[in-house]
C-alpha cells in the first residue's frame, strides 16, 4: 500500500525538495502552496509524479483562519489516511522593531505557529498510528535575527511547540520533529546580493549554502526513523563556528 504524505509549501524552495524527495521513496503527496502561478504549481506537481506516484496539489493561503478548515476538509472528503505531515510552510516580516505594526505580527504569528497546531488538531485522527509530523523551524529562532523579529521569535516557538507536542500525540503514536535549516540555496536565497552571500558563507565551516536536496533527506529520516521523537534538528553546516 502506497504511503500518503502532505506538505504543506510544498511547491518551491525546501517543500518542493522535500516533495521530490519523498516522491522518489514512493510517497503518494498533497502538495499545498500560496501565491504560486498555475505553471509554477503544474510544473512542482509534474516534477513529482515524475516517479510514478498521485500527486495532488490545493490552494492554502496560511495566513487566513478558512484555510485550517478547507485543507482538514479536503483530507477528509478524499478519505486520506496520512504517513507523514510537514509543515513547511511559512511566512516573514521585514520591519526595524520600531516599525512593527501589531497586525503583521499577528500574521506571522497565526502563519508560522497558528496554522500549523489547529490543523494539526484536526487532522490528528487521520494520521496512521506510527506516522510522524515535522516542522520546518529555522536557524533564526536559535542565532539572533536582526532581520526579522518576528519571524525568528516565531520560529523560536515552533521549536517549542515541537518539543511539547510529545506528550499529546504519544497517546495517537505519532512522532515530532523539527528540522531548523540554516542558509539553503533556495530561490529566495539566490536572489541575495553577491556581496551578501559570500558574507554568509564566510560564517559558515563548509563554507557554501546547502543543497535543498541535502536538507531534504534530513526530513526524510526524521519521517522513516521511529526512534527519533521531540527533536529539533539544526542543519547550518557549522554556522557561526568561528
Not at 501565491?35 to 510544473?43: G, M
Request: aromatic content about 10%; hydrophobic content about 40%; overall charge negative.
Amino acid at each position: 500500500m502506497a504511503k500518503f504524505a502532505l506538505i504543506t509549501g510544498g511547491t518551491k524552495g525546501i517543500g518542493h525538495a522535500v516533495a521530490i524527495c519523498l516522491a522518489k521513496a514512493g510517497y503518494d503527496l498533497l502538495l499545498t502552496y500560496g501565491p504560486d502561478s498555475e505553471a509554477e504549481v503544474n510544473a512542482a506537481v509534474s516534477a513529482c509524479a515524475c516517479y510514478g506516484v498521485n500527486v495532488d496539489s490545493l490552494h492554502a493561503d496560511i495566513a487566513r483562519k478558512n484555510t485550517v478548515e478547507a485543507v482538514s476538509r479536503y483530507i477528509s472528503e478524499q478519505a486520506i489516511a496520512i504517513d507523514a505531515v510537514v509543515f513547511n510552510a511559512g511566512l516573514t516580516y521585514r520591519e526595524s522593531f520600531e516599525k512593527i505594526e501589531p497586525s503583521e505580527w499577528e500574521r506571522i504569528f497565526y502563519a508560522n505557529v497558528h496554522f500549523p497546531v489547529f490543523l494539526l488538531q484536526q487532522l490528528v485522527g487521520q494520521i496512521k498510528p506510527g506516522g510522524s509530523v515535522v516542522f520546518t523551524g529555522s536557524l533564526m529562532g536559535i542565532e539572533p535575527h536582526a532581520t526579522s523579529l518576528s519571524y525568528g521569535v516565531s520560529k523560536a516557538a515552533v521549536h517549542a511547540l515541537t518539543g511539547n507536542l510529545v506528550k499529546f500525540l504519544a497517546p495517537y503514536r505519532i512522532r515530532v520533529n523539527a528540522v531548523a535549516p540554516g542558509f539553503v540555496d533556495t530561490e529566495w536565497q539566490k536572489n541575495k546580493p553577491d556581496e551578501i552571500r559570500r558574507n554568509i558563507e564566510q560564517k559558515i565551516a563548509l563554507g557554501r549554502f546547502c543543497e535543498p536536496e541535502e536538507i531534504a533527506e534530513v526530513y526524510k529520516m526524521l519521517i522513516e526513523n521511529n526512534y527519533l521523537n521531540g527533536e529539533t534538528v539544526v542543519v547550518d553546516g557549522g554556522y557561526s563556528y568561528k
